[in-house]
């Protein structure tokens, strides 16, 4: 399974590269199943109605993860990569966007 990384993450339990979910789940193969059983779950139902702008891809990934984490669709604020390929850098996230 994939792993997250990141560089000093708040939403990681303490000592590891697991992130803090809803279900408490401390491994990471195992908030894995548990984040794409969510995520299949949620595609089945209609998307987010929207523009395709930056606030509809919140709302999009809202949608899929809102079971998992409590942070949702909310702009990131720390660097993270999964499966060791980094997501955009959040200073980069609200001019890419655009």
Known sequence: MSRYDATEDPLCY????VLKNKAGLQ???DLDQFE????LTRSEEPL?????DYDHYKRIH???FQDVYDW???SRE???AKGGNWFCYPEYVDSKME
Request: charged content about 20%.
């Open 14 to 17: 303490t000592g590891t590269h």
């Open 62 to 64: 809202h949608h899929f």
């Open 72 to 74: 949702a669709g909310q």
């Open 36 to 39: 794409q059983l969510m995520f």
């Open 78 to 80: 720390i660097r993270t």
């Open 27 to 29: 491994n990471r193969d």
């Open 48 to 52: 987010p109605d929207g523009d395709l």
